[in-house]
């Protein structure tokens, strides 16, 4: 019985050492498969029964080979490659991608190769569908997760509602003589009327443009009228309000009033010329009418009780416009995209605006080294990989996203191919045992001769 379980043992041995290099040539193939984590085999040993001493601290316990007892993989950070597609992600730290199937069946990758297909979803290679935080409409995150999805639609366009400006006009232009409204039309930029003037461009509430200018007139001494124009074919105003030769109608007016010492001072409400009794710009192209259209020139010392520094100032300089901005935006399609480290998409549109379109979702296991690997560098939950924890990137034990990266396999050829030549030589001396042991049991077979 002893010497035959020599032949028992080293088949054993050559079962392990062959599931062993199994597992090698599998790192060793999957060496540039982004995402691969690497696996190795251990080993135990076998015993079977006691012999001699019954029991006894003499008893001796017969070894009959050794047996795979696991394949363990190892999840360890594997080096970070920059690629030319912005969706490629890579997970740096703890975490995997989660991915969906047309079923809604869940599976966890550290693959990152994501691309968009025919319906604007963000999916693998496999076509299956990146898992994320959701926005609501003003691109806010929200806790639920679903589908990424890089919509093609439009981005709606937003009404302006106010214009602020802040620069200097200067207290040595000559103050002009009183003007009427036929004579602003038909030549607002004489000199005679104006010395300074600037243009805006503003957005009604269809998202359609409209080019505005305001014309500043120095009507006394520390004080200023400023007149809105706009082309006359685009917006309605009161009789009298509108020159057909020149395309000019007057849509708003007021007045800016400043300190000795060339603060402002004081702002008037602004007066709109839409019908008999407006409060706001009526343009012509269907919108909201008497769309309400606010001008912001600082915080004035008496009307608004601030510093009168912040906004438009009146000093012995030449006029110049230092800052202007109008809160509107014309309707846009979307035109490129960005991730950042903590996924946030973050999408680019037509109309110069960038809005949230949603925020990758990260998840993580307390025991990732029990997750069931399916092929095509997918893992899913077992018992032994504990419940699934969903996370957004870079937010407590959760890794951090880069994009335009992918993580390459974790694989060491190095010390794989040591491996290798280590079991090779396991091996060949487990066959070396059994020819040995043929060899005795052929000896033993010719004493009877």
Not at 190 to 209: E, H, K, M, Y
Request: zero cysteines; aromatic letters at 6%.
């Amino acid at each position: 019985m002893g010497i035959t379980s020599a032949f028992f043992a080293a088949t054993s041995g050559i079962n392990a050492t062959s599931r062993a290099l199994s597992e090698i040539g599998n790192n060793v193939a999957n060496a540039q498969t982004i995402g691969y984590k690497s696996r190795s085999v251990s080993f135990g040993d076998l015993f079977g029964a006691t012999i001699g001493g019954g029991g006894t601290s003499t008893a001796l316990t017969e070894g009959r080979g050794v047996r795979v007892l696991g394949i363990d993989p190892s999840f360890t950070q594997g080096s970070l490659q920059t690629t030319s597609n912005p969706l490629d992600l890579a997970v740096d730290g703890d975490g995997f991608f989660q991915v969906n199937d047309a079923s809604g069946n869940t599976f966890f990758s550290r693959a990152g190769q994501f691309n968009v297909d025919t319906n604007g979803n963000i999916v693998n290679p496999a076509g299956l569908k990146l898992q994320g935080f959701q926005v609501d409409t003003s691109g806010n995150i929200l806790g639920t997760t679903g589908d990424m999805i890089l919509t093609t639609t439009q981005q709606v366009g937003t009404a302006s509602t106010a214009v602020s400006m802040s620069g200097n006009l200067d207290a040595s232009d000559p103050v002009v003589s009183a003007f009427t409204t036929t004579q602003l039309l038909a030549d607002p930029s004489s000199t005679a009327i104006s010395s300074f003037s600037t243009g805006v461009r503003v957005f009604d509430t269809l998202g359609a443009g409209h080019d505005l200018t305001a014309y500043f007139s120095k009507t006394a001494n520390n004080t200023w009228q400023y007149n809105v124009i706009a082309p006359a074919d685009e917006v309605t105003v009161a009789a009298g309000n509108s020159d057909t030769t020149t395309n000019n109608a007057l849509v708003a007016q007021g007045t800016l009033g400043f300190t000795s010492g060339g603060l402002l001072d004081t702002e008037s409400v602004v007066t709109y010329f839409s019908d008999a009794s407006p409060t706001g710009i009526t343009f012509n192209n269907g919108s909201t009418a008497e769309q309400v259209l606010g001008f912001n020139f600082g915080t004035s010392v008496t009307t608004d009780s601030g510093a009168g520094s912040d906004g438009m100032l009146q000093q012995g300089s030449s006029s110049v416009l230092l800052t202007l901005s109008q809160d509107g935006f014309a309707n846009g399609t979307l035109t490129g995209t960005s991730i950042g480290e903590d996924g946030t998409i973050t999408g680019r549109f037509s109309n110069g605006t960038t809005a949230s379109l949603g925020q990758v979702a990260l998840t993580r296991f307390i025991n990732p080294d029990g997750l069931q690997p399916i092929g095509r560098n997918l893992f899913i939950q077992s018992g032994d990989s504990g419940t699934p924890l969903e996370g957004a990137p870079g937010s407590g034990s959760f890794g951090k996203v880069s994009a335009s990266t992918l993580e390459t396999s974790n694989v060491d050829l190095g010390d794989e191919l040591v491996d290798m030549i280590t079991m090779q030589r396991g091996f060949q001396a487990n066959s070396r045992i059994i020819t040995t042991t043929n060899d005795l049991l052929g000896e033993l077979v010719n004493l009877a001769r």
